[in-house]
């Protein structure tokens, strides 16, 4: 079992940057790929960003491009979405997600374990 707890969701305006971070825990003995999802509200939970497991290859939705970055620190279990350029429609509640093996995909179906959210309010 893991454990997936998201943090640094908030209100900011347009334009600015924020950090969210998923921290895991439980039965790391195994390895997981990780992934961001996103849910509006009256909305589907969509993909954002994935990062597999050996070599870290990454990939992003097409809103994403060029505005988020995720990454991850394996010494702290820790994987990160660095979002730029905010926008009034990034907003959403964040959740991280994990998927056992190297590689991950932005089918949100695979994905066995989640964490509760963070919300991400984005004012224009």
């Known amino acids: 079992q893991v454990q997936l707890v998201e943090s640094g969701g908030g209100l900011v305006q347009a334009g600015a940057s924020l950090r969210l971070s998923c921290a895991a825990s439980?039965?790391?003995?195994?390895?997981?790929?990780m992934g961001w999802f996103r849910q509006a509200p009256g909305k589907d939970r969509e993909f954002v960003a994935i990062i597999n497991w050996y070599g870290g290859h990454t990939y992003y939705a097409d809103s994403a491009k060029g505005r988020f970055t995720i990454s991850e620190d394996n010494a702290k279990n820790t994987v990160y979405l660095q979002m730029n350029s905010l926008k009034p429609e990034d907003t959403a509640v964040y959740y991280c997600?994990?998927?056992?093996?190297?590689?991950?995909?932005?089918?949100?179906?695979?994905?066995?374990?989640w964490g509760q959210g963070t919300q991400v309010t984005v004012s224009s």
């Open positions: 997600a994990a998927v056992t093996g190297p590689l991950a995909y932005p089918d949100r179906y695979q994905y066995e374990y």
């Open positions: 439980g039965r790391l003995f195994s390895r997981y790929a």
